[in-house]
């Protein structure tokens, strides 16, 4: 930019009367002298008498503009541009230094315009190439953004800027040996640039070169403590060496610096994915969890390790075993004085046996209790809480007959009266308001002066009915004509599968589809070079929409979700609409009827669903059709030798006849509760145990093939299809590596098979990995 920059802070803003009398030409000689010698202050004093004065200059313009620009008063900055342009429409700084500020705030249409118009009245101003090709590269114009950026260069090869930008439209584009070398020329120009080696440490660890990538980014933070994002990418490449309790280190110290900061937030939650916190003083975990269990942008159901942490396994089995007086005991005295307990609940799903047993009594309790006490707001409030968690688990905690017995006499008290707070509460544990509405219309219209319970109206009643218009609007394409698909269909009509609160999401958390894949695939790295300038990604299976929310983050890209149950492709909608995302292109078909769509992907995500097909090659196969001949493709199968208590769990399941119905699964567990099936007591130790629609899923699922590596290598040679590194948590990338070293990209099926009869639950979810076509060539 044109001008001298900010070299000290402005603390007074405020006009100074001695240059008020002092001539045009001299107080602007004054203020280039003030600001030349980094007196921002007075500088900016003797600009704003200048322009007071009616004067006009389009350097005092700009420089004052570069002074609003660098307190962070971008509008106002903006504004002078634009009173410059008009004034003075030849020059070209104002237009040039107007057209980054648009940048900078989004208006990318009205940032071209005014750069471009800079570049025509003076062709050889290479900042603005430079600012150009930010913008052409924002657009997703990559190629056009390098030319242009590269023309800046070629007019001024000392301007560090254009280096730096170039670097990171290189490294966009997966050509990182040249991001890399574009942006070490950029140091030799400005060797004392933080941002610059931050740039940098993003390109090596894009390279999958960790160390360098560490060194160059601790030498940002050494130049720049306080520079945004540098605790965070440190945290980022800490993570992908295994280093956790490092990585959360310094992602709370970016907190601290930048508590706005959305990725840190999204980048703690992925963490505690793999972290229960157990390094951390309680009162320093508690303090994490409490800020992320705020926020309604990160997906909770990461931090339920932490969480269960907070009280201990033995409170919880006194909790369940006592039948009188619970609410004097000590232990439920310990949860009702948890905020961080109470929050989780209504957040994310508590997924151990001892956590079951103590919430069912504690529902028990409440509701063979709620009309002979006068309970205080803490017992409402958790009430509250846990109709929120049962709602979620899709009621999937057993009751008696006194509860029974209580729960029709609450119906009955509302024929005879008006809505009450604690009934309704009690009464949202064991049955959703939604259906509730339906035997008391009033319902509807109530209002209570508890947020609380308002807010668990619109999460029982309110949302539900969301869902079914939206399921109203879904455009279905095809018939569903195959029977696996139609018995398929009809499970996830019955129970949308699964049920989730938030969402890990953020409008800015962009990556490039090379960056997101490399990321997952690591250590191998490919480059990949996709030639549109907006790719087209496909869902096939998005269920009730959690992985959508993560293909959101891909850069460029039209997205399209497809599932064959309007339940939960309804469900998926209105968590989008509820984000405000209301681009994806919904539609409800069947895997098998996709190439009638007579479109080509050049990305396609298709995990947990090819298994329960009736035969997964032909699935694959109408995967391919519409796979564009370089496109990207993930696929996800479940492991034969991680499921073999599934595997028992739906033996006894056909051999006593249970019924893939609510009763069904509800017997189903109460009898593995209680011990009756020790030799599959470990399914308990699934998440996926402990809602109706999830247990559903896990042992009652009307169609699932199971595979091992060595199929899954066999699957790959029949379709031609290149495996390309697996989706799996650091620790365990990190243990594959030191038993088998000699496969250093982890692309090695056959170790991968080793590696899994010795280690039975890697993959324990599923086999969940990247592919694309064998005759496309790639660069790791």
């Not at 307190?71 to 903006?78: L, N, P, S, T």
């Not at 219309?441 to 309110?462: A, H, S, Y």
């Amino acid at each position: 930019m044109k001008g001298f920059g900010e070299k000290k802070k402005i603390k007074n803003k405020q006009p100074s009367k001695k240059f008020a009398r002092i001539p045009p030409d001299q107080l602007k000689a004054i203020a280039f002298k003030y600001h030349q010698q980094g007196n921002i202050n007075e500088a900016q004093k003797a600009y704003q008498e200048f322009i007071n004065s009616g004067l006009s200059d389009p350097d005092v313009f700009s420089n004052f503009a570069l002074i609003c620009q660098s307190q962070g008063e971008i509008d106002k900055a903006i504004k002078v541009y634009k009173k410059s342009v008009k004034l003075f429409p030849g020059h070209a700084f104002s237009h040039a230094n107007l057209g980054y500020l648009l940048f900078q705030i989004g208006m990318l249409d009205d940032a071209e315009v005014a750069i471009r118009q800079a570049i025509v009245i003076q062709p050889n101003l290479a900042n603005a190439y430079s600012y150009l090709g930010l913008v052409l590269r924002e657009k997703g114009r990559l190629t056009d953004a390098e030319d242009i950026t590269r023309k800046a260069i070629e007019l001024q090869p000392d301007l560090a800027d254009a280096y730096v930008n170039l670097g990171q439209i290189l490294q966009n584009q997966g050509k990182l040996d040249e991001a890399e070398h574009t942006t070490r020329k950029a140091i030799e120009l400005q060797d004392d640039s933080a941002s610059i080696y931050l740039n940098l440490g993003g390109i090596l660890q894009d390279q999958g070169n960790l160390t360098d990538a560490e060194a160059n980014t601790r030498k940002a933070m050494n130049l720049q403590a306080d520079l945004p994002d540098v605790n965070l990418n440190l945290s980022i490449i800490l993570k992908d060496l295994g280093r956790l309790e490092e990585a959360v280190f310094h992602l709370t110290r970016e907190i601290e610096l930048y508590p706005q900061n959305q990725s840190s937030y999204l980048l703690l939650n992925s963490l505690l994915e793999e972290s229960d916190l157990s390094f951390l003083p309680e009162r320093q975990s508690r303090i994490l969890l409490r800020g992320l269990l705020k926020r309604n942008d990160i997906a909770h159901k990461n931090l339920f390790s932490a969480i269960n942490r907070l009280i201990s396994e033995q409170t919880l089995d006194k909790i369940s075993g006592i039948h009188h007086d619970l609410f004097d005991d000590p232990s439920f005295q310990q949860i009702l004085a948890d905020d961080e307990i109470i929050s989780a609940l209504g957040l994310m799903l508590f997924t151990t046996m001892a956590w079951e047993k103590a919430l069912t009594n504690i529902r028990k309790q409440i509701c063979l209790s709620i009309q002979n006490n006068g309970f205080d707001k803490r017992i409402i409030d958790l009430t509250i809480a846990l109709a929120e968690q049962c709602f979620l688990n899709e009621y999937v905690f057993t009751f008696t007959k006194q509860e029974s017995d209580a729960i029709e006499q609450f119906k009955l008290s509302y024929l005879r009266s008006d809505f009450d707070l604690k009934t309704l509460s009690i009464l949202a544990c064991y049955i959703p308001i939604t259906h509730l509405s339906e035997q008391f219309p009033l319902l509807r219209g109530f209002i209570d002066e508890n947020e609380k319970l308002n807010n668990l109206k619109i999460m029982q009643l309110v949302e539900p009915e969301r869902e079914h218009d939206f399921a109203v609007s879904i455009p279905k394409y095809g018939s569903i004509d195959d029977g696996t698909s139609i018995q398929v269909k009809k499970q996830y009509e019955e129970h949308p599968y699964p049920r989730w609160r938030y969402a890990s999401y953020s409008s800015e958390n962009i990556q490039t589809i090379s960056s997101a894949i490399n990321n997952e695939i690591n250590p191998n790295r490919i480059s990949i070079i996709l030639p549109k300038q907006r790719s087209r990604v496909l869902i096939a299976g998005c269920g009730t929409g959690q992985q959508i929310f993560d293909a959101l983050s891909y850069s460029n890209s039209d997205l399209t979700a497809i599932d064959l149950s309007s339940s939960s492709i309804a469900y998926a909608k209105r968590k989008a609409h509820e984000y405000g995302i209301e681009h994806i292109r919904f539609i409800e078909m069947d895997i098998l009827d996709l190439p009638k769509l007579n479109e080509e992907f050049d990305l396609i995500e298709c995990t947990g669903v090819l298994h329960h097909m009736k035969d997964p090659s032909e699935g694959l196969q109408s995967l391919l059709t519409i796979l564009a001949s370089d496109g990207m493709l993930k696929l996800g199968f479940y492991s034969e030798l991680a499921r073999q208590d599934i595997v028992e769990a739906r033996k006894i399941i056909k051999s006593e006849s249970f019924e893939a119905s609510n009763e069904g699964i509800c017997l189903f567990r109460d009898k593995l509760i209680n011990g009756e099936y020790p030799n599959i007591s470990s399914i308990s130790n699934w998440p996926d145990f402990y809602t109706t629609s999830m247990c559903r899923d896990l042992c009652f699922h009307i169609m699932e093939h199971r595979y091992s590596l060595v199929m899954i290598a066999s699957l790959l040679e029949q379709f031609e299809l290149r495996f390309l590194g697996f989706v799996l948590p650091s620790i365990v990338k990190k243990d594959y590596a030191r038993a088998y070293p000699s496969d250093a990209m982890q692309t090695d099926l056959g170790y991968w098979h080793e590696y899994e009869q010795a280690n039975p639950n890697t993959f324990r979810q599923m086999y969940q990995f990247w592919t694309n076509r064998k005759k496309i060539m790639y660069y790791g």
